[in-house]
């Protein structure tokens, strides 16, 4: 049992006087349980993640307004939301009884299992991100001789379309805007064969690699319709 509570909040900013100045409001979230994570917000500030409830398994919260659902996939022993769009619909991860992970899309028809196709060994599916247009982007596992990696996705119109940065082990990608473009991160094996980790930015098509400056290792984490984007680096101590 994890017994750590977590307290969530949001974070409400505005300008005031300069762009570099900001007014912002912290307001905590009253959830229930013992542990519980918040990952992505809408327009209208629903927000979905995960709660854990005394010994029980992962679940999925969203919280709306004043009030708080939990749902979980039949039969999984972990739900994990990672995303939530502006029509409310809702994408995520759970890992089902013989701990395969799927990914998910929860919308007005009901939850639908995500599954990267063509997966023989072991499959695995992630989603991490979904915009307005219900285009979703996520990462499947690969397999090759001795070794495993994965390679990032996007789904669009029923379509797959595989993500991998040349030469690397890992491509996860991990949000999209409404303009379809895409953030994410990639590994590369250095000279002790450690993954060596980049972002990357990807617009029609065409993948760009970004590194924080001076930064050993650099990952990106969400972008808006500005295309602005966020995420985290390691100094050269190894220190996110």
């Given at each position: 049992?994890r017994?750590?509570?977590?307290?969530?909040?949001v974070?409400?900013c505005?300008?005031?006087?300069?762009?570099?100045?900001?007014?912002?409001?912290?307001?905590?979230?009253?959830?229930?349980?013992?542990?519980?994570?918040?990952?992505?917000?809408?327009?209208?500030?629903?927000?979905?993640?995960?709660?854990?409830?005394?010994?029980?398994?992962?679940?999925?919260?969203?919280?709306?307004?004043?009030?708080?659902?939990l749902?979980?996939?039949?039969?999984a022993?972990?739900?994990?939301?990672?995303d939530?769009?502006?029509?409310?619909?809702?994408?995520?991860?759970?890992?089902?009884?013989?701990?395969?992970?799927?990914?998910?899309?929860h919308?007005?028809?009901?939850?639908?299992?995500?599954?990267?196709?063509g997966?023989?060994?072991?499959?695995?599916?992630?989603?991490?991100?979904?915009n307005?247009?219900?285009?979703?982007?996520?990462?499947?596992?690969?397999?090759?001789?001795a070794?495993?990696?994965?390679?990032?996705?996007?789904?669009?119109?029923?379509?797959?379309?595989?993500?991998?940065?040349?030469?690397?082990v890992?491509?996860?990608?991990?949000?999209?805007?409404n303009?379809?473009?895409?953030?994410?991160?990639y590994?590369?094996?250095?000279?002790d064969?450690?993954?060596?980790?980049?972002?990357?930015?990807?617009?029609?098509?065409?993948?760009?690699s970004?590194?924080?400056?001076?930064?050993?290792?650099?990952?990106?984490?969400?972008?808006?319709?500005?295309?602005?984007?966020?995420?985290?680096?390691?100094?050269?101590?190894?220190?996110?």
């Amino acid at each position: 049992m994890r017994s750590l509570y977590v307290p969530l909040f949001v974070l409400l900013c505005a300008n005031a006087f300069s762009q570099t100045t900001l007014n912002c409001n912290l307001r905590p979230l009253s959830l229930p349980g013992d542990f519980n994570i918040a990952y992505g917000i809408n327009d209208a500030g629903s927000i979905v993640g995960d709660i854990i409830l005394g010994d029980g398994p992962p679940e999925g919260f969203l919280f709306k307004g004043s009030r708080t659902n939990l749902f979980s996939i039949n039969g999984a022993t972990q739900t994990l939301p990672a995303d939530i769009n502006n029509l409310g619909e809702v994408v995520g991860s759970y890992t089902d009884a013989q701990q395969l992970t799927h990914g998910f899309l929860h919308d007005a028809t009901g939850f639908h299992t995500i599954d990267y196709p063509g997966q023989t060994e072991n499959p695995s599916t992630g989603v991490s991100g979904i915009n307005d247009q219900g285009t979703i982007v996520g990462g499947f596992g690969i397999f090759f001789g001795a070794g495993s990696g994965s390679e990032g996705f996007v789904l669009q119109n029923g379509q797959f379309t595989e993500i991998a940065f040349p030469g690397a082990v890992i491509t996860a990608a991990n949000s999209i805007n409404n303009q379809g473009e895409i953030v994410g991160d990639y590994a590369i094996l250095g000279s002790d064969n450690v993954p060596v980790f980049h972002g990357f930015y990807r617009k029609d098509g065409q993948l760009t690699s970004v590194d924080y400056p001076g930064a050993t290792g650099t990952s990106l984490n969400g972008t808006n319709d500005a295309g602005i984007s966020v995420g985290i680096y390691e100094d050269e101590t190894g220190i996110p």
